[in-house]
């Protein structure tokens, strides 16, 4: 189970931090963000799979940054330099040994992120 929290409202240029406790995920997952804007497809945000290796989709690169702590068993997205067209509401994922795409994985329910210019 994926539950998301840390959305909110900010203003541009403003930060957020999300958080994804997932229940049931070893080492051995690939974890990510992934975002919906309405009447756009979800895309992925941020992916690290279970070498830590991290990727990014070019607009978010060198503003957020995705981390996991496995003790806490918590995936995190810390959102520096927001701009408007990061609004969206963020998704969790998880999936065993490769990463989660499309349908594929567990998702959480989604935590909304608005941020007004």
């Known amino acids: 189970q994926l539950v998301e929290s840390g959305g909110g409202s900010v203003q541009a240029g403003g930060s957020l931090r999300l958080s994804c406790t997932a229940s049931?995920?070893?080492?051995?997952?690939?974890m990510g963000w992934f975002r919906q804007a309405p009447g756009k497809e979800r895309e992925e945000v941020a992916i690290i799979d279970r070498f830590g290796i991290t990727r990014y989709t070019d607009s978010v690169k060198g503003r957020f940054t995705i981390s996991k702590d496995y003790a806490k068993k918590t995936l995190y997205l810390q959102m520096n330099s927001l701009i408007p067209e990061d609004t969206a509401m963020y998704f969790c994922?998880?999936?065993?040994?490769?990463?989660?795409?499309?349908?594929?994985?567990?998702w959480g329910q989604g935590t909304q992120v608005t941020v007004s210019s």
């Open positions: 994922a998880a999936r065993y040994w490769v990463c989660p795409s499309g349908e594929s994985g567990a």
């Open positions: 049931g995920v070893n080492q051995y997952y690939c």
